[in-house]
C-alpha cells in the first residue's frame, strides 16, 4: 500500500477549484490498496469487489484508489488469509466454506435451513459477525460479508430423486460436501475455481452450488440437468490486513465501515437478481431442465441432513462456543429479514 496523503475531506471541499488548477494526478491524494480475489471477473465475488472499489474510490473523492487482481492473480481462494495476513494483497475475498473447522461461529451459515435466497442470509451472517466480532478474524480488519443463495445439484445427467444421486461424484466444498456425503453421493471437495477443469476431465458428474455460476462459468453446456434442492449457502468474508488498517486515516476508515453492510446487502441482491438471469439465459441457451424432486425424496433428503444441526453445534461447543444460542440467533435473524424482505 502507498499512502501520500490523507486530507481527501478537504481535497473534497475545494472541489472543482482544485481540480481545474491541479493534472488529475496531483489532485488525487492517494492510497492504494490492492485486493486480491480468487475466481473470474465475470464471477459474482469479483463483480461485488469492483463495486466496491468504485465505491471506495468515488466516497473518498479519489483519495483512495483499489487496485483488483481477480483469477487468483495475486491469491488464490485457500491462500487468501494468510496471504492478507502476511500483506500479499491488502484485501483479499474468499470463502470460508473453503477453510472446514476454521470459522467455527460464521460456519452456521453453512447448516442447511433453508435459507431462499442470498440476501437473507448475507444479512444474518453480517448481524452474527458485528455482534460477535468472532476470534477467528482477529488478525484482520473484516470489511464485509455475504453468502452466495442456496445450492442446487447441477448435473451431466438427470438426478430427479434422491435414488438417481446415490454414487455420483459430485464437486462441493465445506458444508456442502458433508451433504452430498450425507445423501449418498461422492463429495470432490475443490474451491470453484477448480471446478470448470474438474467437469471438463469427467472427474466430476456435477456440482452443488448456487445457480448463477451455470452462466458465469457456462456451467450450462455441460450441467444441462439442475435439480432445485436450496441446500446450505457459502459465507464468503472480505478482510483486510490489520496493519494496513490501521494506517489508514479515520475518515477513510469511517467509509469503509459504513460500506460493511451496504456492501453485504448490494452483494445479496446482486446475487438474486443473477441467479434468476442465469437460469432464463441457460434455459434459452442449452435447453437446460430444471427438476424438482418428489415432495417425499425432499422430506426425507431435509430429514437425513438434520444431525448436521447437531453436528455444528458439537463443534461450535467444542471451540468455546455458546452453540444453542447462536444458532438459534441465526434461526430468529432468518425469520426477521425473510419478513422484511417479503421471503
Ligand atoms: N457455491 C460456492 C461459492 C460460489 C458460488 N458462486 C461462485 C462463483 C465464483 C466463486 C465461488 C462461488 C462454491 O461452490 O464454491
Known amino acids: ?20 488548477i491541479l493534472p488529475a494526478t496531483q489532485a488525487r491524494a492517494e492510497v492504494v490498496l490492492s485486493y486480491a480475489n480468487f475466481p473470474p471477473a465475470i464471477t459474482f465475488p469479483c463483480v461485488q469487489m469492483e463495486r466496491w472499489a468504485e465505491e471506495v474510490e468515488k466516497r473518498t473523492n479519489g483519495a483512495v484508489v483499489v487496485e483488483t487482481y481477480p483469477g487468483g492473480t495475486l491469491l488464490g481462494a485457500k491462500d487468501m488469509f494468510d496471504g492478507v495476513k502476511d500483506g500479499q494483497a491488502d484485501i483479499g475475498c474468499t470463502s470460508m466454506a473453503y ?3 476454521a470459522f467455527p461461529l460464521t460456519s452456521v451459515l453453512e447448516v442447511p435451513v433453508g435459507f431462499s435466497s442470498s440476501t437473507v442470509p448475507s444479512l444474518v451472517l453480517w448481524d452474527l459477525y458485528e455482534k460477535h466480532n468472532p476470534e477467528a478474524f482477529a488478525d484482520f480488519k473484516v470489511l464485509t460479508m455475504f453468502t452466495t443463495a442456496p445450492s442446487n445439484l447441477m448435473a451431466t445427467q438427470p438426478v430427479r430423486t434422491l435414488a438417481d444421486l446415490q454414487g455420483l461424484e459430485i464437486r462441493a466444498s465445506g458444508g456442502a460436501s458433508r451433504v452430498l456425503e450425507m445423501l449418498g453421493a461422492v463429495p470432490v471437495s475443490k474451491p470453484m475455481s477448480e471446478t470448470p477443469d474438474a467437469l471438463q476431465k469427467g472427474l466430476v458428474q456435477g456440482l452443488l ?77 442449452y435447453d437446460i431442465e430444471v427438476i424438482e424432486w418428489p415432495e417425499a425424496d425432499m422430506a426425507q433428503a ?17 471451540a468455546g462456543l455458546d452453540a444453542e444460542a447462536l444458532f438459534a440467533e441465526m434461526m430468529d435473524l432468518k425469520a426477521k429479514y425473510e419478513a422484511e424482505y417479503g421471503e
Open 99 to 101: 477453510f472446514p473447522g
Open 209 to 285: 452450488s448456487s445457480l448463477e455460476v451455470l452462466k458465469d462459468f457456462n456451467f450450462a453446456e455441460t450441467c444441462r440437468y439442475e435439480t432445485v434442492t436450496n441446500f446450505q449457502v457459502y459465507p464468503f468474508a472480505v478482510v483486510m490486513n490489520r496493519d494496513v488498517w490501521d494506517s489508514l486515516d479515520p475518515e477513510v476508515q469511517q467509509v469503509l465501515e459504513e460500506l460493511g453492510r451496504e456492501q453485504c446487502l448490494w452483494t445479496g441482491q446482486y446475487m438474486d437478481e443473477h441467479v434468476v438471469e442465469s437460469l432464463a439465459w441457460s434455459k434459452e441457451t
Open 302 to 318: 431435509l430429514e437425513t441432513l438434520s444431525p448436521m444441526i447437531d453436528e455444528w453445534k458439537a463443534a461450535a461447543s467444542e
Open 1 to 20: 500500500m502507498k499512502k501520500v496523503l490523507g486530507m481527501f475531506l478537504a481535497a473534497a471541499a475545494l472541489g472543482t477549484a482544485l481540480l481545474t
